[in-house]
């Protein structure tokens, strides 16, 4: 009989085995959560790496307070839903006991890594897991699986352990930590493909809707508290491809209402799912930047 696996079965086989690797290697691990549908994808292959035990691991939210809400109305309900162990780290709260002011930092992005930083501590976890991929950004697509973090919770791209075949090297010396990405090697398209495959429930942003937007430098913005005062607000119909700080995020125009809409449009599109997010723009290096100093 032969047992030979499709693409997707190969991919989910990966990460399964690369989930129970962290369970094995580490003390306290938790599952890094945006409500985006990597890391919607990620509770879906804990689920199947455990059955039919609870997931081991707790579900870690970096609240930046500029969220869509509807991802936090998803986040809700799946907590719920799967009995999940939340812990909600809140940007506006460090913002607040810090002093700093919505002009210092308006999109709230790079104030996510001192919390990062500071929760990985206060709850002392040896691993965070994420959902980044390869594909989405020229720094991401440096990273290990098995990405080490030194005492600082900082990230050397030079300074990085050989991965031969699937094997994961864990160790770490007393207050270092890892970032596992157990879907490095995952495209957005295999994403859609394994969301449609497992019927997995995603928010509704992801499929086209009519939103009040701005425009600003091309890129087109929700429109929220948080939108900058002096653009003219229009209606379009819009979808997220990506998902972070509402006012960070960039929206595509866009007539996808079904997963099978939405594999056709990215397989022809010229542009990553990045490619419309503010907080990628500051400089050609700016994810790098960020990911050095301890931010996803």
């Known amino acids: 009989m032969n047992y030979i696996l499709d693409y997707l079965e190969e991919l989910e086989a990966e990460a399964i085995y690369i989930l129970r690797e962290v369970y094995e290697q580490f ?9 985006g549908k990597d890391s919607i994808v990620l509770i879906h292959l804990a689920k199947k790496a455990f059955y039919p035990t609870k997931i081991p691991f707790k579900i870690l939210h970096i609240d930046s307070g500029h969220n869509f809400h509807e991802i936090i109305e998803f986040r809700e309900k799946l907590i719920k839903n799967e009995n999940l162990d939340l812990i909600v780290a809140s940007v506006e709260d460090y913002a607040r006991i810090n002093d700093y002011s919505e002009k210092e930092f308006p999109d709230r992005n790079r104030l996510q890594i001192p919390v990062l930083l500071d929760i990985i501590k206060k709850e002392n976890f040896d691993a ?11 720094a991401r697509a ?51 493909h394994y969301i449609k495959k497992e019927r997995i429930e995603i928010p509704a942003i992801y499929f086209s809707h009519k939103r009040k937007v ?38 595509w125009e866009s007539e996808a209402k079904t997963i099978d809409d939405i594999i ?22 700016s994810m790098e930047d960020r990911k050095r100093k301890g931010y996803f």
């Open 128 to 138: 965070a897991i994420g959902g980044g991929r390869r594909d989405e950004e020229k």
């Open 27 to 35: 003390e306290n691990s938790c599952l890094m959560f945006s409500g």
């Open 214 to 251: 701005i425009i600003t430098n091309g890129i087109i913005l929700a429109a929220s508290d948080y939108s900058v005062n002096n653009y003219k607000v229009i209606e379009k119909k819009v979808r997220c491809r990506t998902v972070g700080d509402i006012n960070t995020t960039g929206l």
């Open 142 to 192: 440096k990273e290990r699986v098995f990405s080490h973090r030194n005492i600082r919770g900082q990230w050397d791209p030079e300074n990085q352990r050989p991965e031969l075949w699937n094997i994961y090297n864990g160790n770490k010396k007393e207050k270092e930590h890892f970032r596992i990405f157990p879907l490095s090697n995952w495209t957005e398209l295999d994403i859609w």
């Open 264 to 285: 056709k449009e990215i397989s022809v599109s010229g542009i990553g799912e990045r490619g419309k997010r503010t907080d990628d723009k500051f400089s050609i290096t």
